[in-house]
C-alpha cells in the first residue's frame, strides 16, 4: 500500500517518495536577507545602519521588479519602449521601468548620493548630498531575453563616496576602480528568483519566497569549482575573434566541454558559479574593447568571482584593478573557475 504521503497517481510505477522533501519544507525556513545583513553589521560596531538600509532598498526594488518581470506578457511590459540608450541599444520597456524603480528606491531610501545606470547617460544626482554611498546598476541584464520567457537579471555595485559629504557628487566618486566596492551582487530572475551577495566576506545567496515577500538564505558561502566543463562564449563571433582566442575555443571543443550561452550574463555566470565553467566575451575587430560594460556588469561580477575563489580578467589585468576612464567603458572579459580562466590567458599571451 502507498504511503499517504506518496504520490497516489497509480499509473506511477514507481511512485515518488516524497517524505524526505516535505520534512525539508516543513523544517524551519531559514535566516532572511535583512537578518543576515543586520547579523554582519554586528561585526563593526561603528555602523549606523545606513548600509543595511542600502541594501534593504536593493532588494526592495529587486521584489517590485519581480513582480514586474512576471505579470510583463499580461500587462503589455515586453517589447521595445522605443528608445536608444547611449550606447545606441534599443531600450526595452522594462528596461525603462527597472532603471525608474531602482532610481526611486535608491533616492527616497537617502543611502545614495549618486547612481551610474546602464540606462542613463550621465551619472545621476540623487539630490541626498548628505549620503555617503554610491551605486553602480545594470537595472535588467539580458534584455533580448524579455520577451522569451529567458532567466535575466539585475547587477548592482556599491561604494563609498570619495568627496566630502553635504556637498555635490562628482566623476570622482563615479570612477572607482572595482576593488573599492564595498558590495557587489546581483538578482538572477529564473526559475525562481536569487539574489547573490557579497560584502567582502564570501559569497552568499538568497532565494525569494514570493509568498512571503522574503529573501531566504538558501546557498552560504558559494564557491566557484576549480575547474569546469562548461565554457558560455557567444560562439556566432567566432570569425571576428583574434587567432588566440579562436584557438582556446578550439581548445574547449577539443575536450569536448558543453557550449552553454544564454545570453543574459547574470544566469550564465550564476550557472558557472555553480557547476564549475568560464564565461568570455573577448573584443572583435568590430568591438575592440569587447561589449561588456565595466562599472556596472563586469566589476560586480568580478568581485563576487573573488570571493567565490574564482578569477575574472580582461585578458591583461584583474579586472577589479581596472581605473575607470568613462561611465559607458566597456572591457574585454573572462571571468570563472579559476583553472579555465588561467588556461584562456595562457592562450593569450601564447
Ligand atoms: P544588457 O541586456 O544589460 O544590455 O546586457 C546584455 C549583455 C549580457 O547580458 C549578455 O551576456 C551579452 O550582452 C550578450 O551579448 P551578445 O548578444 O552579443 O552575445
Ligand atoms: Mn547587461
Ligand atoms: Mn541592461
Redesign the pocket.
Known amino acids: 500500500m502507498l504511503n499517504p504521503i506518496i504520490a497516489s497517481d497509480s499509473s506511477l510505477e514507481h511512485p515518488m517518495p516524497i517524505t524526505s522533501t516535505i520534512n525539508q519544507l516543513s523544517a524551519p525556513v531559514g535566516v532572511t536577507l535583512q537578518r543576515f545583513i543586520a547579523n554582519e553589521q554586528r561585526n563593526y560596531p561603528q555602523a549606523k545602519g545606513d548600509f543595511t538600509q542600502l541594501l534593504a532598498d536593493i532588494s526592495l526594488a529587486a521584489k517590485i521588479i519581480n513582480r514586474d518581470i512576471n505579470r510583463a506578457g499580461l500587462i503589455s511590459l515586453e517589447g521595445s519602449a522605443g528608445a536608444e540608450n547611449i550606447?545606441g541599444?534599443d531600450q526595452q520597456k522594462l528596461?525603462v521601468i527597472a532603471n525608474t524603480r531602482f532610481a526611486r528606491a535608491l533616492r527616497l531610501g537617502g543611502k545614495v548620493c549618486c547612481i551610474i545606470s546602464?540606462e542613463e547617460d550621465e551619472l545621476v544626482h540623487t539630490g541626498n548630498e548628505q549620503a555617503k554611498y554610491v551605486v553602480a546598476i545594470?537595472p535588467?541584464?539580458?534584455?533580448?531575453?524579455i520577451g522569451v520567457n529567458v532567466s535575466?537579471?539585475t547587477?548592482f555595485s556599491i561604494y563609498r563616496r570619495r568627496t566630502q559629504r553635504g556637498t555635490s557628487p562628482t566623476m570622482e566618486d563615479a570612477l572607482q576602480a572595482g576593488s573599492q566596492q564595498l558590495a557587489s551582487g546581483y538578482v538572477l530572475y529564473g526559475s525562481s528568483t536569487i539574489l547573490v551577495l557579497t560584502t567582502g566576506h564570501g559569497v552568499n545567496a538568497f532565494t525569494y519566497e514570493p509568498s512571503l515577500g522574503e529573501f531566504f538564505l538558501s546557498h552560504a558561502q558559494l564557491r566557484f569549482p576549480d575547474s569546469g566543463k562548461i565554457y558560455s562564449c557567444?560562439e556566432?563571433?567566432f570569425n571576428h575573434f583574434c587567432p588566440r582566442i579562436q584557438a582556446y575555443l578550439e581548445s574547449c571543443r577539443d575536450q569536448n566541454f558543453q557550449g552553454r550561452?544564454?545570453?543574459?550574463?547574470?544566469a550564465?555566470f550564476h550557472r558557472n558559479l555553480l557547476k564549475g565553467g568560464i564565461?568570455l566575451?573577448p573584443p572583435t575587430q568590430k568591438a575592440p574593447q569587447g561589449?561588456?560594460?565595466l562599472m556596472y556588469?563586469c566589476n560586480a561580477l568580478a568581485l563576487l568571482a573573488e570571493q567565490a575563489g574564482g578569477m575574472a580578467s580582461d585578458g591583461t589585468q584583474r579586472i577589479l584593478e581596472i581605473e575607470p576612464q568613462k561611465l559607458h567603458q566597456r572591457v574585454p572579459f573572462y571571468i570563472g573557475s579559476p583553472n579555465m580562466v588561467e588556461d584562456v590567458l595562457r592562450h593569450l599571451s601564447n
Open positions: 550606447q541599444e528596461d546602464e545594470d535588467l541584464d539580458g534584455s533580448s531575453n535575466i537579471g547587477i557567444n556566432g563571433n550561452y544564454i545570453g543574459s550574463l547574470v550564465d564565461y566575451y561589449k561588456l560594460r556588469e
